[in-house]
């Protein structure tokens, strides 16, 4: 892989696309969690050791290609500097002649932060020209931002193509990311058991087929089992479903069988058994648990119910890796957090006991998993989203092509 590890960066000047996508509190717009920076910290502190420079570069929200000062990078330079245990520079514009001025005239050891990339809408239309500019900020570029390599933007992936392939690179962190999910997708340890939740099959129906060529095991929990259910004729009465993707779980599950019928390795796919539901979408104590097949027409249900965490929890019990994305009922309300907070517990449980490679990614898994302070009995979790799952889907990202492929454009 192409790590920065033995590269030396003496009097280079690295353009470091970095995550610094960060929360900022509304009112004294002070980033309210530094977790984003933190991680980028390393691969910035790497470069600086070896005596070179370096260009930051980020998006911050969505401006919506206009200039908003609550989007401004600007908020972060206190934390960075905390972070570095050194002054920076800010460029108030990516691409100014005052920007240009600032990176050209960096010494080693010095780091120049550049305005948000998405003040111009150039940046998500992956823009040539605007590409080429940011290339003239750097001789070398890293790409850190695993978070937004599943978009082929200006910054992500264009700029890429201005560098030659020994001057292209992935940061640490971005690095982490790849070679983990390359273990887990292309040569997990047996079983494997991959665990989906979340709200609609319509956003994760690609990344159930991608799982189904390299999972023995796969969980489907939160809302989107009960179009699941509905699909094989349950009654759900008023869950949430997506009754236009009936078709699409129907599909699903008649490949699997199609599958399983013609090949020897055989696919599961469990689907809850029961559900605790409630009348109203609402955090209240007044539920019931009901077989998922057989929900009363005025109840919907809103976590995993009992006896399937007991299910979920036997499939993983004799797994070797885990995947999961995706909470299993909408765990921000405590009374139908249960599932969820079982299924964490269990991955990392399961992690420990069996020496398996766990995988957790998605904002609302990676809530779950800090939430009950399990950061540390888990094997990797993603920082990326949106970015893990079109992984999973398609084995790859236009961030990591751009780094890995030889595609060299003279400026
Ligand atoms: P996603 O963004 O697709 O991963 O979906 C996450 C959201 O799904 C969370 O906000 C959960 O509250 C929600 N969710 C999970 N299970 C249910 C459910 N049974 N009914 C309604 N919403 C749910």
């Given at each position: 892989m192409k790590t920065i590890d033995n590269i030396s960066f003496k009097n280079e000047k690295a353009l470091i696309r970095v995550d610094f996508n960060v929360p900022l509190d509304k009112t004294t717009l002070k980033v309210t969690d530094d977790t984003r920076i933190k991680a980028a910290i390393p691969t910035i502190r790497k470069v600086l050791n070896d005596g070179g420079a370096v260009v930051l570069m980020s998006h911050l929200g969505r401006p919506k290609g206009t200039r908003e000062n609550k989007y401004s990078l600007s908020h972060t330079i206190s934390v960075i500097e905390q972070l570095l245990g050194q002054k920076i520079k800010f460029a108030d514009d990516c691409i100014s002649p005052q920007a240009f001025e600032l990176s050209s005239l960096l010494q080693p050891g010095e780091v120049l932060l550049l305005e948000n990339l998405r003040f111009y809408p150039e940046e998500e239309k992956g823009d040539i020209e605007f590409a080429k500019k940011l290339a003239q900020h750097g001789t070398i570029y890293i790409n850190d931002a695993f978070g937004t390599a599943h978009r082929a933007h200006a910054s992500t992936t264009i700029v890429a193509n201005f560098f030659p392939n020994n001057k292209k690179y992935f940061g640490y962190l971005m690095a982490k990311e790849v070679e983990n999910l390359r273990k887990i997708l292309q040569s997990p340890e047996k079983p494997f058991t991959a665990i989906v939740g979340g709200a609609k099959v319509s956003d994760k129906i690609k990344v159930?087929?991608?799982?189904?060529?390299?999972?023995?095991?796969?969980?489907?929990?939160?809302?989107?089992?009960?179009?699941?259910?509905?699909?094989?004729?349950?009654?759900?009465?008023?869950?949430?479903?997506?009754?236009?993707?009936?078709?699409?779980?129907?599909?699903?599950?008649?490949?699997?069988?199609?599958?399983?019928?013609?090949?020897?390795?055989?696919?599961?796919?469990?689907?809850?058994?029961?559900?605790?539901?409630?009348?109203?979408?609402?955090?209240?104590?007044?539920?019931?648990?009901?077989?998922?097949?057989?929900?009363?027409?005025?109840?919907?249900?809103?976590?995993?119910?009992?006896?399937?965490?007991?299910?979920?929890?036997?499939?993983?019990?004799?797994?070797?890796?885990?995947?999961?994305?995706?909470?299993?009922?909408?765990?921000?309300?405590?009374?139908?957090?249960?599932?969820?907070?079982?299924?964490?517990?269990?991955?990392?449980?399961?992690?420990h006991k069996n020496n398996a490679f766990s995988v957790v990614g998605g904002g609302d898994s990676v809530a779950a998993i800090n939430k009950y302070n399990l950061e540390n009995q888990i094997s990797f979790i993603s920082t990326g989203g949106g970015a893990m799952l079109e992984f999973i889907e398609n084995g790859t990202l236009p961030g990591i092509e751009a780094i890995e492929s030889n595609t060299y454009q003279p400026v």
């Open positions: 159930l087929e991608a799982l189904t060529k390299v999972a023995d095991n796969i969980i489907i929990g939160g809302a989107m089992a009960f179009t699941f259910i509905k699909a094989k004729g349950g009654n759900i009465g008023k869950s949430l479903c997506e009754n236009d993707h009936i078709e699409t779980a129907l599909h699903f599950l008649n490949q699997i069988e199609i599958k399983n019928a013609q090949s020897i390795k055989n696919i599961r796919v469990i689907l809850p058994v029961d559900a605790v539901c409630a009348s109203e979408f609402m955090d209240s104590p007044n539920n019931s648990v009901h077989d998922i097949t057989d929900i009363p027409t005025d109840l919907m249900g809103l976590d995993i119910g009992p006896k399937s965490i007991q299910l979920f929890k036997d499939i993983l019990a004799s797994s070797k890796s885990i995947l999961w994305n995706g909470p299993m009922g909408v765990f921000e309300f405590s009374n139908f957090e249960t599932g969820t907070k079982e299924i964490a517990f269990t991955v990392a449980e399961i992690t």
